[in-house]
């Protein structure tokens, strides 16, 4: 390519392409270096800064802005940016990994906040643990005393047979939590069903009755345990409507798609959940 058929902006990038190499330091002495180095003084992170607070002072950007080309820029503000959404202020309850807290996070983002505001409001308070004791070895369990939702790395159960029989026989159980943000949500539906007093709406309990009597019996080993309370069937329900999937929820969406409806509609139209 000759020189007067390249585009302008091409011969104003040739001193940059020069692909000579360069083999010693342009900065031929400490002295040098220590000069550079002030000049860039400026420019340093300190410990904690992001860059993307440190670019521009207030003047330069106050200059840019009102030549219309700043728009795009994103005012850091530490305040806002430290500043926890409802509900999202975990409780860390022995060793938990990091992992297992970025998806316990990740199943808070999907609760709507106003539901996450309603909660907190009430009192709820969400517990990491590393492991959980009891409740048929579940992971995870709503406590209504407390209003804690505690959420386990794994849950734990130890028993045995009844003391009055001759042959004893004694289990551990441990079961690592395969699914932290389902297993979450279905705490939380324990949680809306205590703090909403969900078993006092007559509608409900009528719809969740009638579904109740015509489970497939294909189904009912896998609803074994929802079946045992309508709170069961809400929890898991809601854990449904807010993106939980298992087999378990499969059978739950073919034996029970009224009381689904209704849940979701309870939770779309409730006045306390709703606030206007
Ligand atoms: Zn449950």
């Known amino acids: 390519m000759s020189d007067k058929n390249k585009p302008e902006e091409l011969k104003a990038l040739e001193p940059i392409l020069d692909e000579t190499v360069v083999t010693d330091s342009p900065i031929a002495n400490p002295a040098d270096q220590g000069a550079w180095n002030k000049t860039q003084e400026a420019h340093q992170l300190k410990d904690g800064d992001s860059a993307t607070h440190i670019g521009l002072p207030p003047g330069e950007l106050q200059k840019l802005q009102a030549q219309g080309k700043a728009e795009k820029f994103e005012i850091f503000d530490p305040a806002k940016e430290a500043k926890l959404g409802p509900l999202e202020n975990i409780t860390i309850d022995g060793t938990v990994s990091d992992q297992f807290l970025k ?146 929820v499969n059978a739950l969406i073919m034996n029970f798609p009224r009381t689904i409806a209704l849940i979701d509609d309870i939770l779309r139209t409730n006045k306390d959940l709703n606030p206007q």
Request: glycine share 8%.
């Open 103 to 248: 998806q316990l996070r990740a199943g808070i983002k999907e609760i709507p906040e106003n539901e996450r505001r309603f909660l907190e409001k009430a009192g709820v308070k969400i517990v990491a643990k590393d492991i959980v004791n009891g409740h048929a070895g579940s992971p995870a369990i709503y406590e209504p005393g407390s209003k804690k939702v505690v959420v386990g790395m794994a849950g734990f159960l130890e028993g045995g047979d009844s003391p009055t029989e001759t042959n004893q026989t004694s289990f551990k159980l441990s079961t690592k939590n395969s699914d932290v943000a389902g297993s979450f949500k279905h705490e939380v539906g324990h949680a809306i069903f205590d703090t909403l007093k969900i078993e006092q709406l007559q509608e409900l309990k009528a719809v969740i009755a009638e579904e109740k009597a015509k489970v497939r019996n294909d189904d009912k080993e896998a609803l074994a345990h929802l079946l045992e309370e309508d709170d069961e069937i809400f929890a898991e329900s809601y854990a449904f409507i807010r993106g939980r999937e298992s087999p378990r």
